[in-house]
């Protein structure tokens, strides 16, 4: 990770989430701690189960009983509410519903399950942007259509008027993402978010999102167990098992010279590491490489 930063967008301390059950207690996540720096993507990656979807749904105060979040700094440096101590927010503050789906937007690992099957599209996302803007009915068309353009698709005024079922996985894929950045997020949470999708389509996701980045210019924290998408989106990556994160650093050098055996045992497990490690992925041949400088660190 860019280690160097001061400033971080986003700051997470010894967060520790467990989950109460008749069974007993699960520890899920257990004095988690990274940074994300503004315009940046830090991969968060491990196998099911290793807390990645825990550690994101809490940093927007998601976890639900029997779940509870125990302790943890989650610092949001935002350029236009200022420094929010997200973890310190109660359930009703109006500064909480601000961060949800404002400052910090997340992209679902299902669309299908993201989106309602009673609204159309246009009325969904006209209501994301109504939630955290005053603006009429009228405007509110107006920025959903463009926000649908600007996601790639044409026929934007048609889809307007469609529900979910009618679209295909990739386009439906397309309006969630919309959805999460209509409102020009600082931080978007990508919770797997090419899982549903064929490899074609998967490309041209991950294609997206980048491009979106670059011209809004929000830091993501992507959740994945696929490192070829790590490979072609991220900048830096953690690596979690059993709750913890065990190794992170700058993605090219933790996939060339991995340093712990978590992560040389999930990097050996793929078909071919040869081509995550050059991080010169077939489908998107202008995926840009991270700063290297900095080594990777061991986290135990």
Do not use: W
Not at 161 to 173: A, I, T, V
Not at 199 to 219: H, P, Y
Not at 239 to 263: A, D, K, S
């Amino acid at each position: 990770m860019n280690t160097s930063a001061e400033n971080p967008l986003l700051e997470v301390n010894n967060l520790r989430v467990s989950f109460f059950l008749n069974e007993g207690v699960v520890g899920a996540v257990q004095n988690v701690s990274f940074s994300i720096d503004r315009g940046r993507t830090l991969a968060l990656v491990g196998e099911s189960g290793s807390g990645k979807s825990v550690t994101g749904a809490a940093l927007l105060r998601l976890i639900q009983p029997p779940g509870q979040i125990l302790s943890g700094r989650i610092l949001l440096r935002s350029s236009r509410a200022g420094d929010i101590e997200i973890g310190h927010l109660d359930e009703k503050s109006g500064l909480l519903f601000k961060v949800r789906g404002g400052l910090i937007s997340m992209i679902f690992q299902e669309p299908s399950a993201a989106l309602s099957p009673v609204h159309t599209v246009g009325q969904q996302i006209d209501e994301a942007i109504r939630t955290h803007q005053e603006v009429s009915t009228a405007a509110a068309r107006r920025l959903t259509l463009a926000m649908l353009h600007r996601v790639g698709i044409s026929h934007a005024e048609t889809l307007y008027d469609q529900y979910p079922h009618e679209l295909s996985g990739g386009l439906r894929q397309r309006v969630v993402i919309a959805m999460a950045l209509v409102g020009r997020p600082e931080l978007l949470i990508a919770d797997e978010p090419t899982t549903a999708l064929d490899v074609t389509l998967q490309a041209q996701v991950l294609q997206l999102i980048k491009n979106l980045q670059r011209e809004i210019g929000f830091a993501i924290l992507l959740i994945t167990h696929d490192f070829g998408v790590v490979a072609q989106l991220a900048d830096d990556i953690a690596v979690m098992q059993l709750g913890e994160i065990v190794e992170r650093g700058p993605v090219r050098l933790v996939l060339q010279n991995p340093q712990h055996p978590y992560t040389r045992a999930l990097l050996d497990a793929l078909p071919s590491r040869r081509s995550l490690s050059s991080r010169q992925p077939v489908a998107l041949p202008n995926a840009h490489s991270p700063n290297a400088d900095h080594p990777a660190s061991l986290c135990t």
